[in-house]
Nanobody, 125 residues
């Protein structure tokens, strides 16, 4: 059974950092692109960052570029999101996603077959 489990969320102050982790299990995800999305209350789920299966190609939403970094663990079944200089507008539930198809734009939810349950990130001002 495929599972994506996020961890690392929490309550922080503006300017702080957090590192989210997503552990994938049930199969090898070494050939899957993996991404982070987020959803704030009353808003649609939005793209945050993506990384290709080999870890070479990445993509970021403009709102997080230069503050967030996505990376993969050496075994390729773990993906991380290092979040620095957090802002109150980063408050959301953060979801990990994975898909075996080509990288594509990587920014649309329909490009992903597998999703985690999410981890809450709250940034106070």
């Amino acid at each position: 059974q495929v599972q994506l489990v996020e961890s690392g969320g929490g309550l922080v102050q503006a300017g702080d950092s957090l590192r989210l982790s997503c552990a994938a299990s049930g199969r090898s995800f070494s050939t899957y692109k993996m991404s982070w999305f987020r959803q704030a209350p009353g808003k649609q789920r939005e793209f945050v960052a993506a990384i290709s299966s080999g870890g070479i190609r990445t993509a970021y939403a403009d709102s997080v570029k230069d503050r967030f970094v996505i990376s993969r663990g050496s075994g390729k079944n773990t993906v991380y999101l290092q979040m620095d200089s957090l802002k109150p507008e980063d408050t959301a539930v953060y979801y990990c996603a994975a898909d075996p198809r080509r990288f594509g734009s990587a920014t649309y939810t329909y490009e992903y077959d597998y999703w985690g349950q999410g981890t809450q990130v709250t940034v106070s001002s």
